[in-house]
């Protein structure tokens, strides 16, 4: 009876360890194909990352944030990479007033290599991946006691 009575009362004084506030973060990649018979590379996109009150909390909460950034990353990618034409125009904006100073043949020479540069960077959007998640604490600061004393003080005043 007594050995009862105490593990009850050890029972009760034993608290679960509260969640520890978490960050969890991830890389986006994109997958992309130069040409048809290439090996695909990865280009890194952005880091995702997300918090919550415990791991499994900002596990969630950036798992659900990459299936709303894996579509817009697709997105970005086939603009960015499979659009030549607005590769063109951009680059063409970008250096129209040296244009309007060249001969023809020098104009000519600089819109070739122009295009040739847009047709290097040109590929295929395969996939967009993300890295391993990984998890980690956020860090707890305790508030300064000064500060708290400092509350009290003006409370009262």
């Not at 194909?33 to 900002?58: H, I, M, T, W």
């Not at 990618?77 to 007033?97: F, G, I, M, P, V």
């Not at 590929?123 to 508030?143: D, F, G």
Request: charged share 30%; aromatic share 2%; net charge positive.
């Amino acid at each position: 009876m007594v050995i009862s009575r105490q593990i009850n009362a050890f029972a009760e004084d034993v608290v679960p360890p509260a969640s520890v506030p978490s960050i969890c973060e991830t890389v986006l990649q994109l997958e992309l194909v130069s040409k048809p018979d290439a090996a695909p590379r990865k280009v890194d996109y952005a880091l995702v990352s997300a918090s919550g009150g415990g791991e499994e909390e900002a596990k969630v909460e950036l798992e659900k944030q990459l299936i709303l950034k894996k579509g817009s990353a697709m997105q970005a990618c086939r603009h960015q990479y499979e659009n030549t034409a607005d590769c063109l125009a951009a680059k063409l904006d970008t250096n129209s007033s040296n244009l309007r100073t060249l001969s023809f043949s020098a104009r000519k020479h600089l819109e070739e290599s122009i295009a040739e540069d847009c047709k290097k960077r040109a590929a295929t959007c395969v996939a967009v991946s993300n890295t391993e998640i990984k998890c980690r604490a956020l860090p707890i600061t305790p508030a300064p006691e000064n500060e708290k004393k400092s509350d009290k003080a003006k409370a009262k005043k």
